[in-house]
């Protein structure tokens, strides 16, 4: 059964859902899915949604540390030169 929380990052709301144990086959997997609720982009998804399976995590993991771990990779990821790039260009006007 899937959790769900939702944080701000940077100003924005984002909701965040995890499923320990998604799938429980041969094969156990975690699923994690981030989505902003403006539907702007982020610096790990260009759409405002992203799904992402992981793991498993043993013990499966809190909700609180898999929100820790999304903020973290967010973080990450904003520090990229492409995400700066973006961030830069969406706030300038542009005649093209």
Known sequence: MAQQ???TWEGRLIRLS????WS???HAIDHVEVQTLDGNPLPITETGYRSHF??????AL???EVQ???????????ASPTWKRQQLASQQLSLF
């Open 5 to 7: 929380s939702t944080f």
């Open 18 to 21: 995890y499923s320990p144990r």
């Open 24 to 26: 429980d086959t041969i």
């Open 54 to 59: 992981f793991g498993p995590v043993e013990p």
């Open 62 to 64: 809190s909700l609180a």
């Open 68 to 78: 820790d771990m999304v903020i973290a990779w967010i973080d990450k990821d904003a």
